[in-house]
């Protein structure tokens, strides 16, 4: 299963992903552009400040199951069988938020769209057009810090692993005591 995985250490809070994401959720796929159309387009990441001055991008996770799926009530939310993407059909969507409660990662906002002009469920669709291009998603493109990588779960995991075995050595290294070497 390909995913969207958050290396959070890197993110500098630039919000090049959020930028990017309203860019290629917005009727023109065009900054400038995007600026003038009737509704404008908002992200479906979110880089939220935290403890430190610390920026974390926090995104829909495509859960499975879902908890947004399983509760909405005019079935507007559906997997893609292919990407395993979690994906909302707005013309569906009657803004109840029962998914917004549903969702333990708070991913989920309202927004109007050029679709259906009205506020439903704006959350981040993997960016599934891009996928069938064979694209990364919009925000993984303009990440230049590496805190956004888009891959195989198992994949993108195995590198994080080995660079946490990286870093834990070198520390344990260091703190070793010399005679010991
Ligand atoms: S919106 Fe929330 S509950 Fe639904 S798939 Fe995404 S992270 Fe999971
Ligand atoms: S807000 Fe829309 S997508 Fe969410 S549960 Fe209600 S109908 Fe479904």
């Given at each position: 299963m390909n995913t969207v995985l958050v290396n959070s250490e890197r993110c500098i809070g630039c919000k090049h992903c959020e930028i990017a994401c309203a860019i290629e959720h917005s009727l023109s796929k065009d900054l400038?552009?995007?600026?003038?159309?009737?509704?404008?387009?908002?992200?479906?990441?979110h880089v939220e400040v935290g403890k430190d001055l610390l920026t974390f991008p926090n995104k829909c996770r495509h859960c499975?199951?879902?908890?947004?799926?399983e509760v909405?009530?005019?079935?507007?939310?559906?997997?893609?069988?292919?990407?395993?993407?979690v994906l909302v059909?707005?013309?569906?969507?009657?803004?109840?938020?029962m998914c917004a409660i549903a969702c333990p990662?708070?991913?989920?906002?309202?927004?109007?769209?050029?679709?259906?002009?009205?506020?439903?469920n704006?959350?981040?669709?993997?960016?599934?057009?891009?996928?069938?291009?064979?694209?990364?998603?919009a925000c993984v493109e303009a990440c230049k810090t590496?805190?956004?990588?888009?891959?195989?779960?198992?994949?993108?995991?195995?590198?994080?692993?080995?660079?946490?075995?990286?870093i834990v050595t070198k520390t344990l290294k260091d703190q070793m005591n010399p005679k010991y070497l």
């Open positions: 400038f552009s995007m600026l003038s159309e009737e509704v404008i387009s908002k992200p479906r990441i499975n199951p879902a908890p947004c799926m909405c009530p005019t079935y507007a939310i559906s997997r893609d069988e292919k990407t395993e993407s059909d707005p013309a569906k969507c009657i803004a109840c938020s990662f708070g991913v989920i906002t309202f927004e109007k769209t050029y679709t259906v002009r009205r506020s439903v704006v959350k981040c669709d993997n960016c599934i057009d891009r996928q069938k291009e064979g694209k990364k998603p590496g805190t956004l990588t888009f891959g195989d779960v198992n994949d993108l995991i195995r590198e994080r692993r080995k660079e946490v075995t990286k």
